[in-house]
């Protein structure tokens, strides 16, 4: 046998004592097999095992997230038993014992038996733990947290992540998803955790009746300033849990005029019409502008799987439908809101990669603008009197009132409400972000995503930049920021261009966020012109550099 093959006894010990500690025979059966083939020598069976067992999963952006598979690192039910034994520890420890714990799930495979699972460990040590009624959006779940006086929520879920993820979200009884050192805590109480066998687990656990549905959905109906049904609707749920929810909230603002994409209404976690069910990637939205287009629609709308997520899409100019960035679409609905807010002394909020177009939408209403750090569990924690906050990953949050995360569903209704009133006045979105350029200089985004199989090349790449960022890019001298150790990230900025480099903290990617800003001094055709051809400029030397520090 190849040296390279050799299965270490260190790795072998390990996974047997997993297999024995496992509660689910067909996870127990898979590793097994797995170390068979080690043991035996098999080609690459050494490695797969060392990756399986490479765990624990650790609370990420927006918690954990991994394959459903066998061993420590992967989602697996013997994996949210001891996430949840250590989750039961940490809120004991801060004296929420015998309070309402709300546990939630998407449509993904695992969902199901995961959060029962989780749901049975809050319930034998001593919670009132809750399951809402079926797979559900994500938005619903972090509401619930906040209706019901929950001490935490937990919700299965990998979002817009590929077929072969699950994940888990954990909110705090803010609603908010959990932020440091909190994380700390729970990952240092899951280490202390005893085998997943060993953790007691009691069935029985009560179910939400639809009233949890409908209380969501009667804050949502009152979102809208405009009230006009007058509009036509394309919307996908790309085979997520989200297509039911959003036609009942769209129609009880009075939207019937409402077309699914057939083939993405139900949920499937195979995801079969899209290589990533992610409405930020090439293809993913294809069916719905294809439909957008035949159905002679006003407005496209495109949900994520968990719903928590939304995307716009409009006709362009030249009658051809596009998807408009998150960018495009933050600062729209970020307009909209300071537009409209009865809110004494305002405040939006952003984050470091996204547009900062937003900030001078704020100037000119008045209001104050804070940006954070990636992820809405920053967001939602910007400060009082939050009225709305977006990331440029399609995330919105336009009810912080009663949904402190981003939300796709509310975000639709919205969207919905403000293009029928443009629409009564003979206008577009696309008139609005003219408008918008017009008074705040034209602000153009792009990002550079670098999908890796081994995560040690981001830190290779972050550790290079770092020790020599570049000293020109685009023709503009720029200097460059470390954001560490607050942020895993860098901050490159010249005159009129901005760049941030940071790994993702859900999908195995390396992330380039580049902005360009460009002054309307003459017509807003140039500006745009000027705009486009320097952020251009941008992503090939940005992708150049990367490129050369990979090599």
Same mark, same amino acid.
């Given at each position: 046998?190849?040296?390279?093959?050799?299965?270490?006894r260190?790795?072998?010990?390990?996974?047997?004592?997993? $297999?024995?500690?496992?509660?689910?025979?067909?996870?127990?059966?898979?590793?097994?097999?797995?170390?068979?083939?080690?043991?035996? +020598?098999?080609?690459?069976?050494?490695?797969?095992l060392?990756d399986?067992?490479?765990?624990?999963?650790?609370?990420?952006?927006?918690?954990?997230?991994?394959? *459903?598979?066998?061993?420590?690192?992967?989602?697996?039910?013997?994996?949210?038993?001891?996430?949840?034994?250590?989750?039961?520890?940490?809120?004991?420890?801060?004296?929420?014992?015998?309070?309402?714990?709300?546990?939630?799930?998407?449509?993904?495979? +695992?969902?199901?038996?995961?959060?029962?699972?989780?749901?049975?460990?809050?319930?034998?040590?001593?919670?009132?733990?809750?399951?809402?009624? +079926?797979?559900?959006?994500?938005?619903?779940?972090?509401?619930?947290?906040?209706?019901?006086?929950?001490?935490?929520?937990?919700?299965i879920?990998?979002?817009?992540?590929?077929?072969?993820?699950?994940?888990y979200?954990?909110?705090?009884?803010?609603?908010?998803?959990?932020?440091?050192?909190?994380?700390?805590?729970?990952?240092?109480?899951?280490?202390?955790?005893?085998?997943?066998?060993?953790?007691?687990?009691?069935?029985?656990?009560?179910?939400?009746g639809n009233?949890?549905?409908?209380?969501?959905?009667?804050?949502?109906?009152?979102?809208?300033?405009?009230?006009?049904?007058?509009?036509?609707?394309?919307?996908?749920?790309?085979?997520?849990?989200?297509?039911?929810?959003?036609?009942?909230?769209?129609?009880?603002?009075?939207?019937?005029?409402?077309?699914? *994409?057939?083939e993405?209404?139900?949920?499937?976690?195979?995801?079969?019409?899209?290589?990533?069910?992610?409405?930020?990637?090439?293809?993913?939205?294809?069916?719905?502008?294809a439909?957008?287009?035949?159905? #002679?629609?006003?407005?496209?709308?495109?949900?994520?799987?968990?719903?928590?997520?939304?995307?716009?899409?409009?006709?362009?100019?030249?009658?051809?439908?596009?998807?408009?960035?998150g960018?495009?679409?933050?600062?729209?609905?970020?307009?909209?809101?300071?537009?409209?807010?009865?809110?004494?002394?305002?405040?939006v909020?952003?984050?470091?990669?996204?547009?900062?177009?937003?900030?001078?939408?704020?100037?000119?209403?008045?209001?104050?603008?804070?940006?954070?750090?990636?992820?809405?569990?920053?967001?939602?924690?910007?400060?009082?009197?939050?009225?709305?906050?977006?990331?440029?990953?399609?995330?919105?949050?336009?009810?912080?009132?009663?949904?402190?995360d981003?939300?796709?569903?509310?975000?639709?209704?919205?969207?919905?409400?403000?293009?029928?009133?443009?629409?009564?006045?003979?206008?577009?979105?696309?008139?609005?972000?003219?408008?918008?350029?017009?008074?705040?200089?034209?602000?153009?985004?792009?990002?550079?995503?670098l999908?890796?199989?081994?995560?040690?090349?981001r830190?290779?790449?972050? #550790?290079?930049?770092?020790?020599?960022?570049?000293?020109?890019?685009?023709?503009?001298?720029?200097?460059?920021?470390?954001?560490?150790p607050?942020?895993?990230?860098?901050?490159?900025?010249?005159?009129?261009?901005? *760049?941030? $480099?940071?790994?993702?903290?859900?999908?195995?990617?390396?992330?380039?966020?580049?902005?360009?800003?460009?002054?309307?001094?003459?017509?807003?055709a140039e500006?745009?012109?000027?705009?486009?051809?320097?952020?251009?400029?941008?992503?090939?030397?940005?992708?150049?550099?990367?490129s050369?520090?990979?090599?």
């Amino acid at each position: 046998m190849s040296e390279p093959d050799r299965l270490p006894r260190e790795l072998r010990n390990r996974a047997f004592a997993w $297999i024995t500690q496992d509660v689910d025979a067909d996870t127990r059966e898979e590793l097994e097999a797995v170390l068979a083939r080690a043991m035996h +020598g098999e080609p690459g069976a050494v490695a797969d095992l060392a990756d399986r067992m490479a765990g624990p999963l650790r609370f990420g952006t927006a918690g954990l997230r991994g394959p *459903v598979r066998a061993g420590s690192n992967g989602m697996n039910t013997a994996v949210v038993v001891r996430t949840t034994a250590g989750v039961a520890a940490w809120l004991a420890q801060r004296g929420k014992t015998g309070q309402i714990v709300v546990v939630g799930r998407d449509a993904r495979h +695992g969902s199901e038996r995961f959060a029962t699972a989780a749901a049975e460990v809050l319930y034998a040590a001593g919670f009132d733990a809750r399951l809402l009624p +079926g797979p559900l959006p994500t938005p619903v779940l972090a509401f619930a947290v906040r209706e019901l006086g929950a001490a935490a929520g937990v919700q299965i879920t990998a979002s817009h992540n590929p077929p072969a993820d699950n994940g888990y979200k954990l909110y705090d009884e803010s609603g908010s998803q959990i932020v440091p050192p909190s994380d700390a805590e729970i990952e240092a109480a899951i280490a202390e955790a005893p085998g997943a066998i060993r953790v007691e687990r009691t069935p029985g656990v009560p179910v939400l009746g639809n009233e949890i549905v409908d209380a969501y959905l009667a804050k949502v109906v009152a979102i809208p300033s405009g009230r006009s049904g007058a509009l036509r609707i394309a919307a996908t749920a790309l085979h997520g849990v989200g297509a039911q929810t959003l036609r009942r909230a769209l129609a009880a603002v009075g939207f019937e005029d409402v077309h699914l *994409v057939a083939e993405q209404s139900e949920p499937d976690p195979d995801f079969p019409t899209v290589s990533f069910p992610n409405p930020e990637e090439p293809g993913a939205t294809d069916l719905l502008l294809a439909l957008a287009a035949e159905v #002679d629609a006003d407005l496209a709308v495109a949900l994520d799987p968990d719903a928590d997520r939304c995307a716009l899409g409009v006709r362009d100019r030249d009658g051809a439908w596009r998807m408009l960035r998150g960018d495009e679409t933050g600062v729209l609905l970020g307009e909209h809101v300071l537009s409209t807010t009865k809110a004494q002394d305002p405040l939006v909020a952003t984050t470091i990669v996204s547009s900062s177009m937003l900030g001078r939408i704020a100037a000119e209403h008045g209001a104050r603008y804070a940006e954070t750090l990636t992820g809405f569990k920053w967001l939602t924690r910007a400060g009082e009197g939050l009225v709305f906050a977006y990331e440029e990953a399609l995330g919105l949050c336009v009810n912080p009132d009663f949904v402190r995360d981003k939300d796709g569903i509310a975000a639709a209704v919205m969207a919905c409400d403000f293009a029928a009133g443009l629409k009564a006045e003979g206008r577009t979105l696309l008139d609005v972000l003219d408008d918008l350029a017009a008074r705040h200089g034209v602000h153009v985004t792009d990002q550079v995503s670098l999908r890796v199989t081994d995560l040690g090349v981001r830190t290779e790449l972050m #550790d290079s930049v770092r020790a020599a960022p570049p000293a020109v890019l685009a023709g503009t001298p720029v200097t460059a920021e470390d954001l560490s150790p607050g942020a895993d990230a860098i901050r490159i900025t010249g005159e009129g261009l901005r *760049v941030v $480099i940071r790994p993702s903290g859900t999908e195995p990617k390396l992330k380039t966020y580049l902005q360009v800003v460009e002054p309307v001094t003459g017509s807003l055709a140039e500006a745009r012109a000027r705009a486009t051809s320097r952020l251009a400029a941008l992503r090939q030397d940005v992708e150049s550099l990367l490129s050369s520090r990979r090599d």
